[in-house]
């Protein structure tokens, strides 16, 4: 059904609009499966894979860039778009130890604000030789209530062998979301797949034949560390992709794909696509690359952290998002039946984390950024457990324990405006836990939405454990395994926070600017 939501079309951004068209046009990609050169001789260093800002506060943001060669990064701020004036900031050496690209951390913002930016890379020779400017902009989080929080979530991108596809105009479905005019986008994992190759072309169920852009890089599983960092790089290849990153700063957490599918600490592989047996020696090149191409404030050369992708980012006093990694810190996949589980999915320092900084929160909402859902089954082969839940709608047991004792925490400590967020599962659903239709009940409810894929194929839906008391007012789901994109159009969620009320309106979208389902929930309340 249509929306009835007005697509805003501010008239702060229309300007950049045209300067990152232009951007785009003058700063063509290098030739597709090519390799940035490690030390050209000649011209000027470019900045043809875009910008990207990410992990924005009330007064910082990261700027992130790729050079074609050796560079010195430089980021100019202003508070228009005509740079008068502008604040400049130094940034790192490029070069090949990080694929040449880096971050720059910004300190100092005016909270609230649009901010603009723009990119120049310089010769490190003669810092006079700069690359044409490429220009962003963000909007820094609120110190007050202000006009509201609206942002987008979803996962799951050039999955199956889904890639970018030119005859559909490639990943439509960022320029969608990009006309949201969101403050930032969380993406919910499955970033990449790099354990998913992308062929020419694969004909479709009605005789149709999908192409892809291809490169070197994605035509077979990652292993190298060039390779996991060339599946990063892939996804960059898309214009809307790109026009996207400019505009709207993110929020990313990673999944399985971005090593391979439902990896986990210690497995070894028996898989005759990798040469590379050692899941844990793949998993941290993919990390390398995962940290090189997203700027992510605890991870890369220059953090002062343990390099972890868990974290909270406080937008203001309406929201604090809490990022999840389900995937670092597991145990070996199982069948989910322990009676004692102390590691579970988000090992116990994490679930500490989580709880302490839970308790701490002072934001009318807390979200809950998790890439696994929790109480629906997903299965890794006939017997063992992907996600939470195992099936058993009987007493918490394995993973769940944790989630339980999570439960537990929020409900006694009367944590208020507690909304959990996800993808994962290829298709959208919502669901409302209660612990009336519960086995386990010392829990407050709780709303549980999922959405995806963004650029990947769709899957059918997966059944619902009753030990949390889930219900699914909605679902909507494709009925065959890996419907292209072509056949089913893509998925992503939208939340808005209104600033006067505080009410959070979650909207879960599909391409084509239809809104499939709402749900209004009121703040101030320990469950809903």
């Not at 059904?1 to 063509?28: D, Y």
């Not at 995806?452 to 030990?467: E, I, K, N, Q, S």
């Amino acid at each position: 059904m249509s929306s009835g939501h007005p697509i805003p079309a501010p008239a702060r951004r229309s300007v950049l609009r045209g300067s990152l068209a232009a951007a785009s046009a003058a700063l063509a990609l290098p030739a597709l499966g090519a390799a940035a050169p490690a030390f050209a001789r000649s011209g000027r260093p470019r900045a043809a894979w875009g910008v990207q800002a990410g992990d924005v506060t009330a007064h910082s943001g990261l700027v992130w860039v790729r050079s074609d060669r050796p560079a010195r990064m430089v980021v100019e701020t202003s508070a228009t778009e005509s740079f008068r004036n502008p604040t400049r900031w130094h940034g790192p050496l490029l070069g090949p130890g990080t694929d040449f690209t880096g971050t720059t951390r910004l300190r100092g913002l005016p909270p609230g604000e649009q901010i603009h930016y723009r990119v120049l890379l310089a010769d490190p020779d003669d810092p006079r030789r700069t690359g044409e400017p490429v220009p962003g902009t963000f909007r820094t989080a609120p110190v007050r209530r202000g006009g509201g929080v609206r942002f987008v979530w979803s996962g799951d991108i050039a999955g199956q062998g889904w890639g970018i596809n030119p005859d559909l105009g490639g990943f439509r479905v960022f320029d969608e979301m990009r006309r949201l005019d969101p403050d930032f986008f969380l993406c919910s994992g499955d970033t990449v797949y790099a354990d998913g190759p992308i062929p020419s072309s694969v004909t479709l169920p009605d005789g149709r034949v999908w192409r892809n852009i291809t490169t070197e890089e994605k035509s077979k599983v990652a292993e190298s560390l060039a390779e996991f960092r060339g599946a990063f790089r892939y996804n960059l290849l898309d214009s809307n992709l790109r026009e996207f990153n400019a505009q709207v700063p993110s929020i990313v957490q990673w999944d399985d794909h971005e090593v391979l599918n439902n990896w986990y600490p210690g497995e070894i592989l028996d898989d005759a696509r990798y040469t590379v047996k050692n899941v844990d020696v793949l998993a941290a090149r993919s990390r390398r690359a995962f940290s090189e191409y997203f700027p992510i404030s605890t991870l890369g050369p220059r953090r002062r952290n343990d390099g972890r992708v868990y974290r909270v980012l406080r937008h203001g006093p309406l929201l604090d998002v809490f990022v999840l990694d389900m995937r670092t810190y597991r145990n070996a996949n199982s069948p989910g039946l322990q009676t004692d589980d102390p590691v579970g999915i988000l090992g116990a320092e994490q679930t500490a984390w989580l709880k302490r900084e839970l308790s701490r929160s002072r934001a009318v909402w807390k979200v809950i950024a998790s890439d696994m859902p929790v109480g629906l089954v997903v299965t890794d082969g006939r017997e063992n457990i992907e996600a939470v839940a195992q099936g058993d709608p009987g007493r918490p047991l394995g993973r769940e324990l944790q989630i339980a004792d999570v439960l537990r925490h929020i409900k006694h400590r009367r944590i208020t405006g507690t909304v959990w967020l996800t993808a994962d599962v290829h298709h959208t659903s919502a669901q409302h836990y209660d612990p009336s239709r519960a086995a386990f009940t010392d829990f407050a409810p709780f709303w549980e939405f999922v959405t995806g894929p963004l650029a990947a194929g769709g899957f059918p839906a997966v059944r619902l454990d009753g030990t949390f008391g889930p219900e699914r007012p909605f679902l909507k789901a494709p009925t065959r395994a890996n419907v292209s994109p072509a056949e089913a159009p893509q998925l992503f969620g939208e939340v808005e926070i209104d600033g006067g009320s505080g009410e959070l309106t979650v909207r879960l979208r599909e391409e084509g600017d239809a809104v499939l389902f709402t749900k209004v929930l009121q703040p101030g309340r320990v469950g809903q």
